[in-house]
C-alpha cells in the first residue's frame, strides 16, 4: 500500500520530454478518479517539457476497455510511450479480480508486442476513499507517477 506522495518527483533525474509523443488512454468509469489522474499526467509531461500539441487524449468507456484503446493509440498516433488511466474498486462480485486480471495482462501483452511503453496508471483500490487519497489526495496522484515512467521508458525506447 503506498504511504508516501506519489507526487514527489526530481525533475532533475528526469530527461527532457520536448521532443517526445505521449497518449494518454482514459477510463471514463470512475471519472472523478480518472480525469484527476490524467490532469496530473498532462501537467507533469507538461512540466517535464512535453508540448501541448504532443499529448493526445483518448476516452474509454471503461478500464477493460484501455487495452484495445492503447492498441490504437500505438498503432495509429505514433506515440512515443502510452499512458493507460483507469480505476476499478472492489465490490461484492467477483468482477473486479476479472477486469483487473484482464487489464493487467493486456496491457503486459502490449509491452511484449509492440515497441512504445504502456504504462500501467490503473489503480485497483478497495474503497472508493483510498482511489480519492491516490487520485489527486492525500497520497498524492499517480497519474504524476506514470507521467514520469512514461518519460523515462519513452527515453529508453530510444537507445
Not at 503506498?2 to 527532457?16: F, G, R, V
Not at 505514433?78 to 474498486?89: F, H, L, P, Q, S
Not at 486480471?101 to 504504462?119: E, W
Request: charge should be negative; aromatic fraction near 6%; include cysteine.
Amino acid at each position: 500500500m503506498a504511504t508516501t506522495n506519489l507526487s514527489a518527483y526530481d525533475k532533475a533525474t528526469i530527461p527532457n520530454a520536448s521532443s517526445l509523443r505521449f497518449g494518454i488512454v482514459v477510463s471514463e468509469w470512475n471519472p472523478e478518479i480518472t480525469q484527476n489522474m490524467r490532469k496530473g499526467a498532462v501537467e507533469t509531461l507538461l512540466d517535464c517539457g512535453a508540448k501541448e500539441e504532443n499529448i493526445i487524449t483518448w476516452d474509454v468507456p471503461g478500464s477493460f476497455e484501455l487495452v484495445y484503446g492503447c492498441k490504437k493509440m500505438i498503432e495509429t498516433q505514433n506515440v512515443d510511450a502510452v499512458i493507460a488511466v483507469g480505476n476499478v474498486i472492489q465490490g461484492e462480485t467477483k468482477h473486479f479480480d476479472f477486469v483487473c486480471d484482464g487489464v493487467t495482462q493486456g496491457i503486459v501483452d502490449l509491452n511484449i508486442k509492440y515497441d512504445t511503453p504502456v504504462i500501467f496508471c490503473v489503480l485497483t483500490d478497495n474503497t472508493k476513499q483510498q482511489s480519492i487519497d491516490r487520485s489527486g489526495g492525500k497520497l498524492g496522484n499517480k497519474g504524476v507517477e506514470c507521467a514520469v515512467a512514461a518519460i523515462k521508458m519513452a527515453a529508453l525506447r530510444q537507445i
